[in-house]
């Protein structure tokens, strides 16, 4: 047999990436100790890296596939194909922006103005690419972490990834321009593609993480519903198609089943109840294949 070789982001991804491939079906067990988590599928190894890295090793084959941002792939230059795109995080659901942000009082509102400055930042390669593309030359130095505090003494700008902008705020900086916009991306190796097993199990992790993801915010609800009642019900209905329809053993009635969001549940049933549906039934999604 032969086995994938899986990268799983170590650090702020680690454990949302494992619970969501245990919903996909795959379970993960990370010991502290080991940078080779377990994975009950004896046909794929996986291998704990940090997302900053892990588009090289895609890159180079040492890995056949592994998740990490857009941002990474883009900040290393690398060359690979993209399987899926995962929009997910360590808590939150959106994208995530790198921004250059300056001080609140600096009075700079352009990159224009960075000319000869000093720019701190952990996307140095990102982040030189910038300059050059709108002709700016700025001295752009790596960030050990803490970017937010460094300006106005240690640096003139930074260039930080951010979600809300809030710790930027609190530090008194203002974004001026925005360089990527990143979402986590399941990423393969070319030449992993082009073999026959490998495309295909990549190709399944990808469908099955998609369709986790897909499913998350929503449940599905089944109900009894009579008949002549069954228009003025399903026009409450917000289905994800459109409701199934099934014929119960007495004719007068129906089943209907359907996927709603999470949200607008604790309104809808009691709604449901009142327009005559009965033997309403909640029940929770793992996945939805599109």
């Known amino acids: 047999m032969t086995k994938l070789l899986l990268g799983l982001p170590k650090g702020s991804l680690e454990q949302s990436t494992v619970d969501m491939f245990a919903k996909a079906g795959y379970k993960i067990e990370i010991n502290s100790r080991s940078y080779y988590p377990a994975i009950d599928d004896s046909g794929i190894e996986c291998m704990l890296i940090r997302a900053q890295e892990m588009s090289r090793y895609v890159e180079e084959g040492i890995l056949d596939c592994g998740l990490t941002g857009y941002d990474w792939i883009q900040e290393n230059g690398s060359d690979v194909y993209e399987a899926a795109e995962l929009v997910y995080g360590k808590v939150g659901r959106n994208p995530l922006r790198w921004v250059l942000a300056v001080p609140e009082s600096s009075g700079i509102t352009s990159v224009k103005q960075l000319e000869g400055k000093r720019i701190s930042t952990e996307a140095v390669g990102m982040t030189k690419r910038y300059l050059e593309k709108n002709g700016v030359k700025a ?6 972490g803490a970017t937010e505090v460094k300006p106005p003494r240690l640096a003139d ?5 951010t979600e809300t902008g809030s710790s930027l705020r609190a530090n008194n900086l203002k974004i001026i321009d925005t360089l990527c916009i990143s979402t986590t991306r399941f990423i393969a190796n070319h030449k992993a593609m082009l073999n ?48 199934t329809v099934s014929q119960l053993t007495d004719e007068s009635w129906v089943a209907l ?12 049933i009691p709604e449901l109840k009142r327009l005559g549906a009965s033997g309403i039934v909640e029940y929770p999604l793992n996945k939805i294949v599109e």
Do not use: C, Y
């Open 139 to 144: 001295n752009v130095e790596f960030s050990w």
């Open 157 to 161: 700008a930074i260039v930080e990834i």
């Open 196 to 243: 026959p097993e490998k495309k295909q199990k990549i190709e399944n992790l990808a469908l099955l993480l998609k369709a986790v993801l897909a499913a998350e915010g929503k449940v599905g609800i089944m109900l009894n519903v009579r008949k002549i009642d069954l228009e003025k019900i399903t026009t409450k209905l917000p289905a994800l198609e459109r409701p």
């Open 257 to 268: 089943n359907t996927i709603v969001s999470e949200h607008i549940v604790r309104e809808l």
